[in-house]
């Protein structure tokens, strides 16, 4: 018997989640070292642009990516670095700041509400590099 739904999951997620607001993240992108990480897929990125100075990677990756362990690892990310993730509406990257604090990070948060809320509070976007 099925007794949780995604959305359980992703309501839970953001329980646990730094939950940052559109103006929050880009005056932490102003004010110094961030990883902002783009979690959405590349078809998403090539459709809806992205967020100035993002890394991609895919929601699918971002655990190889992150672990320093992994023969995936990318050196863009550090456990004790300041990261924050989107994606296109904050699910996933309420989700993924889960497994990352598995993995040792401690400094964690998202964009709720993704790229969408992003947009809506008339922030800036690119076409996919």
Same mark, same amino acid.
């Given at each position: =018997?099925?007794?949780?739904?995604?959305m359980?999951?992703?309501? @839970? !997620? &953001?329980?646990?989640?730094?939950?940052?607001?559109?103006?929050?993240? !880009?005056?932490?992108?102003?004010? *110094?070292?961030?990883?902002?990480? #783009?979690?959405?897929? +590349?078809? @998403?990125?090539?459709?809806?642009?992205?967020?100035?100075?993002?890394?991609?990677?895919?929601? *699918? =990756?971002?655990?190889?990516?992150?672990?320093?362990?992994?023969p995936?690892?990318?050196?863009?990310?550090? +456990?004790?670095?300041?990261?924050i /993730?989107?994606?296109?509406? *904050?699910?996933?990257?309420?989700? !993924?700041?889960?497994?990352?604090?598995?993995? *040792?990070?401690?400094?964690?948060?998202? /964009? #709720?509400?993704?790229? &969408?809320?992003?947009?809506?509070?008339?922030?800036?976007?690119? +076409?996919?590099?």
């Amino acid at each position: =018997m099925r007794t949780r739904t995604v959305m359980t999951l992703v309501a @839970e !997620a &953001k329980g646990r989640a730094q939950n940052l607001s559109p103006d929050e993240v !880009a005056r932490e992108l102003e004010d *110094g070292e961030v990883v902002l990480v #783009d979690l959405r897929e +590349p078809a @998403e990125l090539a459709e809806q642009g992205v967020i100035p100075g993002a890394i991609h990677a895919p929601r *699918g =990756m971002l655990e190889f990516y992150a672990d320093p362990a992994s023969p995936y690892h990318r050196d863009e990310f550090q +456990p004790g670095a300041r990261t924050i /993730l989107y994606c296109a509406s *904050g699910g996933r990257s309420a989700l !993924a700041c889960d497994s990352l604090r598995g993995l *040792g990070y401690e400094h964690l948060a998202h /964009l #709720d509400g993704g790229l &969408k809320a992003w947009k809506e509070a008339g922030r800036p976007t690119q +076409p996919r590099p």
